[in-house]
């Protein structure tokens, strides 16, 4: 059964759950607030089909190209560019398979604010599946509908983490030509409690509900991005990232999946046809093609991968794989855990607000901190 998988290797993407042919795995979280697989003993026949689409014990091997093909790349859409986390590129892979009567599937925040996968047949349900979100999206069932899709004939697009891409793969244990898959250059999905606690902190401050939360807007910068919180009296906030108590412990790496800390999909080749992430460091390597509204570094892993990247009318030019990774090291490697990442859940766990205990484990910078940040900034600048 699937409990023979280490804990620290699942990466919650619910293959499992969704082969059982006798219902007997649901998905559950544990006290970091991360889905896991939860085996009902009675229902189980050790049948084995939940270990044969497990992507922590199984990889499926599909044909990449030889060199992967790589761009720096943009949507010709501003509106899309603008309402994008980086250059649009998302909505114009979706829109060339809504035009084919296709689906697409990604993930969004449902009607209680907690994200899953969905599915989308029109352009204005492309919307919630675009930009960054950087918790784990639940997938629930979402393979098995997606694979009778599949099996109709129709043309899919799914969008997802490296690891989510991955599970799909063993799940549908063959490649399917009507199927391209992309993923995104990852550091890591965050604590869905975590989140939700975030959130909860932010409605009884404001005394009313979040009914809009972008991670990544742009209203004057790409690299120096903000975070966007609309509530439902009207009230709205816009803060830099650096600023915004959820994205610091994010990206101090304190409350990531334990599975991130060691991610097997962070690398090439990829799992997915298609892989997308920001171009960051594009300002010094080709500064023509920053204009500081979001570049996207567009990776073709696959062959009809790059087919359909040619079928789109995009504003694009040639770059090497190794300036995508200069800026984007966890395109190839994972994030170490924060020192104090198990007192982080100690103390959560206790129900100390987060904004205290963010202030504990992220003590402001000192002066030598400063020094030192500037010193490595202007080396890495020379050895450009």
Not at 346 to 372: A, Q, R, W
Request: with cysteine.
């Amino acid at each position: 059964m699937i409990s023979v998988v280490p804990k620290q290797s699942c990466v919650g993407c619910s293959a499992c759950m969704s082969v059982c042919p006798f219902d007997a795995i649901s998905m559950e979280q544990d006290t970091e607030h991360f889905l896991y697989p939860k085996v009902d003993e009675e229902l189980c026949t050790e049948c084995g089909e939940c270990l044969e689409v497990c992507p922590a014990l199984n990889e499926i091997k599909f044909d990449r190209l030889e060199k992967t093909a790589v761009w720096a790349a943009l949507s010709k859409d501003e509106a899309i560019r603008k309402n994008s986390s980086s250059g649009g590129l998302f909505y114009e892979l979706a829109r060339v398979i809504l035009k084919k009567n296709g689906i697409v599937y990604g993930a969004a925040f449902n009607d209680n604010f907690s994200l899953v996968h969905k599915s989308a047949v029109t352009e204005v349900e492309i919307f919630p599946l675009m930009g960054s979100k950087y918790l784990q999206s639940a997938t629930n069932r979402i393979f098995s509908d997606l694979k009778s899709k599949l099996n109709t004939g129709k043309e899919i697009l799914f969008s997802g983490t490296p690891c989510q891409v991955a599970g799909l793969n063993t799940f549908l244990r063959k490649d399917y030509p009507n199927l391209i898959t992309c993923d995104v250059i990852c550091h890591g999905v965050a604590s869905p409690g975590v989140f939700e606690s975030y959130k909860n902190q932010l409605e009884k401050e404001h005394n009313a509900k979040v009914i809009e939360y972008k991670f990544r807007a742009k209203p004057h910068s790409w690299r120096h991005y903000s975070t966007l919180i609309r509530f439902d009296n009207g009230e709205e906030i816009t803060e830099p990232f650096s600023q915004n108590l959820f994205m610091k412990g994010y990206l101090a790496d304190i409350y990531l999946r334990p599975s991130c800390y060691n991610c097997k999909y962070s690398r090439i080749p990829r799992a997915a046809d298609i892989t997308l992430g920001d171009f960051w460091g594009i300002w010094d390597i080709e500064p023509e093609w920053d204009d500081d509204k979001g570049t996207t570094a567009l990776i073709a892993n696959s062959i009809k991968g790059k087919q359909l990247i040619d079928e789109i009318s995009l504003k694009k030019r040639e770059a090497k794989l190794d300036w995508v990774i200069s800026g984007n090291p966890a395109l190839t490697g994972s994030v170490r855990p924060h020192k104090k990442r198990r007192y982080f859940y100690k103390e959560f766990n206790s129900g100390t607000d987060l904004d205290v205990i963010i202030k504990k484990c992220l003590p402001p910078p000192t002066l030598f901190d400063k020094i030192l940040w500037s010193i490595n900034r202007r080396i890495k600048k020379m050895k450009k």
